[in-house]
């Protein structure tokens, strides 16, 4: 389908839309012709053109109405002067795109009728969207620690890597940019600070540790490690009460998106795609 075609006929549709809901809008920005710039030509012209902005510099706005409107209504009122819309072709690839832009729009204001939709959510419901997603709304903890990667993995290697770390831990976090080791034996870094969160593979060892505590050795992809907690605060739940409504807007979130995902699927159901083995080797 003709690219000119759909522009055309998509300039025709907000023209008339606009002429029989311009009344609706007062205190327009301006004109461009007889037909008012108010918010509802903007909200109608941006649907065709996402691309399409309003702007205080009016010099910049005149250009993108000459280029997203203007133009293309010109060239659509010559297109009428030569019969064009009266050509069978045209007239039936205007009335699949009249259909197609309908559909589009119905959906969009759909999306947000559901939206706006009060929708009854439970204490329940809402405690356990807070408990199954606690990591929400867990204030991370951040710790300065010691971790010693162990090359030599023998039992008097370990030993005196134990050791260092007890030494050199009790220095607290005057370490700062502490790093030390030997090729092949251990090498050992301070980290100051670092926010630790779920996902980290020290995440547990580190939140769990005291402070001194020499954790390990352990394994951490495919390397033997030996951590020491030297400084931390702890990470902090927020109580449920403090996040009641957040949690009741997000189940408020899932119950909506669960609607329009049945729709989706049956829509599938209702509307199959199949493609012509001529064109479409699926799976080759």
């Given amino acids: 389908m003709p690219r000119e075609v759909v522009d055309m006929y998509t300039r025709v549709i907000i023209v008339v839309l606009l002429v029989s809901c ?3 809008f007062a205190d327009p920005y301006g004109t461009v012709g007889d037909v008012p710039i108010d918010d509802f030509f903007l909200r109608t012209l941006q649907f065709v053109h996402p691309e399409f ?3 205080p510099d009016s010099a910049a706005f005149v250009g993108k109405l000459q280029k997203a409107y203007i133009y293309d209504l010109a060239f659509a009122d010559e ?6 819309d009266k050509d069978p072709e045209v007239k039936a690839a205007l009335e699949r795109i009249k259909m197609l832009i309908e559909n589009a729009y119905l959906a969009q204001e759909y999306r947000k009728y559901m939206a706006s939709q009060k929708v009854t959510v439970s204490d329940k419901e809402a405690r356990a969207f807070y408990e199954n997603n606690i990591n929400q709304f867990t204030e991370p903890g951040v710790y300065s620690y ?12 370990i030993k005196v890597v134990r050791e260092k770390l007890k030494t050199y831990s009790k220095l607290g976090t005057a370490l700062d940019e502490f790093k030390m080791g030997s090729p092949g034996t251990y090498s050992m870094v301070f980290e100051r600070e670092q926010t630790i969160r779920p996902g980290n593979p020290l995440y547990e060892r580190i939140r769990d540790a005291e402070l001194e505590e020499i954790v390990g050795p352990f394994d951490s992809e495919g390397q033997l490690m030996m951590i020491v907690v030297v400084e931390r605060t702890p990470e902090k739940i927020i109580p449920f009460s403090e996040v009641k409504e957040i949690c009741r807007q997000n189940v408020v979130a899932e119950k909506v998106n669960a609607a329009m995902d049945r729709i989706r699927k ?3 159901k209702e509307y199959p795609i199949s493609f012509s083995p001529q064109y479409f080797r699926m799976g080759k």
């Fill in 22 to 24: 311009s009344a609706l």
């Fill in 53 to 55: 902005s309003f702007t």
């Fill in 79 to 84: 297109a009428r002067k030569v019969g064009l």
């Fill in 146 to 157: 010691l971790w010693a990667t162990i090359h030599d993995t023998s039992k008097a290697n």
């Fill in 266 to 268: 049956d829509a599938m």
